[in-house]
């Protein structure tokens, strides 16, 4: 299990921009492929995006492909999220979550996780 704290939700206009972070006190975060998942209200929790432990491999959600950038900083222990061009359908409550690449390949499914933060919220207003 791997501590996560999620920061940087909060409201803001459609066409804006918000950067979360998750932060981590692991010495071990380089191990792990970290990922940003989302679950709006009434909605399953679904996958975002990924991010290889080396930073090298990226993965999105074709929903979010263009406008959101995942990335990571080893030295800092955060993985971040960068969303630009908001739209009211990014409204959720934003989770990162850890799993080691020794548990399987990149995944899409929530169960698969090892490790999640307690989410932070995004409201994108119309």
């Keep these: ?5 999620e920061s940087g939700g909060g409201l803001v206009q459609a066409g804006g921009s918000l950067r979360l ?22 909605k399953e929790r679904e996958f975002v995006a990924a ?14 492909k263009g406008r959101f950038t995942i990335s990571r900083d080893n030295a800092k222990n955060t ?4 969303m630009n061009s908001l739209k009211p359908e990014d409204t959720a409550v934003y989770y990162c979550a850890a799993r080691l690449p020794g548990d399987g390949p990149i995944t899409h499914t929530p169960g698969d996780m090892g ?5 932070t919220l995004v409201t994108v207003s119309s």
């Design 1 to 5: 299990q791997v501590q996560l704290a």
């Design 21 to 42: 972070s998750c932060a981590t006190s692991t010495r071990t975060f380089n191990s792990y492929t970290m990922y940003w998942f989302r679950q709006a209200p009434g």
């Design 51 to 64: 991010i290889s432990w080396s930073g090298i491999s990226t993965y999105y959600a074709d929903s979010v």
């Design 79 to 82: 993985v971040y999220l960068q």
């Design 115 to 119: 490790s999640w933060g307690k989410g």
